[in-house]
Nanobody, 127 residues
Framework: QVQVVESGGDSVEAGGSLRLSCTAS????????MGWYRQAPGDECELVSM???????YYADSVKGRFTISQDNAKSTLYLQMDWLKPEDTAAYYC?????????????????????WGQGTQVTVTS
């Protein structure tokens, strides 16, 4: 049975930091490109960051230099360290082996028809 569970979301002031975690089971986590996606109300589902199975990483321009993705394969856990948070980072954040860089999804993130998705964790950044 596949499970993907995100945690670590919270409400913080602009300039603050948060660390999101995602624990996965039921599929070969260490042989899968994993990403963090986010979706604000009324917006598209977008890819924030991805770590590929070869260890290379991708960051959206909007988060470069502020967010860091990492993973612990022994724990099947994906992390997203978010520093210097801005109000525009406010969104529900999802962990998944979803769509690659260069694509977006018009629907709700967890309803993307491919990959394994969690239920998300809410990040709210106040000014």
């Amino acid at each position: 049975q596949v499970q993907v569970v995100e945690s670590g979301g919270d409400s913080v002031e602009a300039g603050g930091s948060l660390r999101l975690s995602c624990t996965a089971s039921g599929f070969p986590f260490d042989d899968t490109d994993m990403g963090w996606y986010r979706q604000a109300p009324g917006d598209e589902c977008e890819l924030v960051s991805m770590i590929r199975r070869d260890g290379t990483t991708y960051y959206a321009d909007s988060v470069k230099g502020r967010f860091t993705i990492s993973q612990d394969n022994a724990k099947s856990t994906l992390y997203l360290q978010m520093d210097w948070l801005k109000p525009e980072d406010t969104a529900a954040y999802y962990c998944a082996d979803g769509f690659p860089p260069g694509q977006v999804w018009d629907g709700d993130c967890p309803h993307y028809p491919f990959g394994y998705w969690g239920q998300g964790t809410q990040v709210t950044v106040t000014s």
